[in-house]
């Protein structure tokens, strides 16, 4: 158990739709990054916050955004969700001692 | 900018025998480096770090991997492979701080046979 949790475990929605994946870090740490992994993209970064200010952005789409509030947990939204989008969501949680620890993952998907 | 790449997206190794997973990375600065594994169905998780300290770091499971400048590489080995290892492994760099500058390699698949 990485410490990070994640909600949902499974999503299913349709194209069109949007939803919220939430995520929080382990506690102590102040960042929080998202991450795409699909069979035909593999790992792909999103985007990183850090003690509530966006730090870093990755290949996030501009349907995607997301926010970490001030107790530290962070909300992925995907919005006019198409099939391409079906993926599994990563987050993962870390401090300024550089690396990550990852959450079980949400796994969407879009019908 | 930095980059990681890992030969062979697919390795199959035989029960008992040697694992090898190779890395290979590009940093401007001195990177730190990570491999992370990933069981089905499951996040990753931290096998083993490099930051600066000794150059052959031992991680969980009984793997290690070995940091050589000249050659830019961090490959991942253990000794003998158990069926419990099949899993995909992902080499990463970092070279910041605050971790934003973080780099996964594609993932290698361990096949690991009877």
């Known amino acids: 158990d990485s410490g990070v949790t994640q909600t949902p475990k499974h999503l299913i929605t349709a194209t069109g739709q949007r939803v919220t994946l939430r995520c929080s870090p382990r506690?102590?740490?102040?960042?929080v990054y998202w991450y795409q992994q699909s069979l035909d993209q593999g790992l792909q970064f999103l985007i990183q916050y850090y003690n509530g200010e966006e730090r870093a952005k990755g290949n996030i789409l501009e349907r995607f955004s997301a926010q970490q509030f001030p107790d530290l947990h962070s909300e992925l939204n995907l919005s006019s969700l198409e099939l391409g989008d079906s993926a599994l969501y990563f987050c993962?949680?870390?401090?300024?001692?550089?690396?990550?620890?990852f959450g079980p993952g949400t796994r969407l998907t879009v019908t | 900018a930095q980059s990681v790449t890992q030969l062979g997206s697919h390795v199959s190794v035989s029960e008992g025998a040697l694992v090898l997973l190779r890395c290979n990375y590009s940093s401007s600065v001195p990177p730190y480096l990570f491999w992370y594994v990933q069981y089905p169905n499951q996040g990753l998780q931290l096998l083993l770090k490099?930051?600066?300290?000794?150059?052959l770091v031992k991680g969980i499971n009984g793997f290690e991997a070995e940091f050589k400048k000249s050659e830019t590489s961090f490959h991942l080995t253990k000794p003998s492979a158990h069926m419990s290892d099949a899993a995909e492994y992902f080499c990463?760099?970092?070279?910041?701080?605050?971790?934003?500058?973080?780099?996964f390699g594609p993932g290698t698949r361990l096949s690991v046979l009877p």
């Open positions: 490099y930051t600066s300290a000794a150059t």
């Open positions: 990463a760099v970092s070279s910041s701080d605050y971790g934003q500058n973080f780099v």
């Open positions: 506690s102590g740490d102040l960042s």
């Open positions: 993962a949680s870390g401090t300024g001692a550089r690396e990550q620890y």
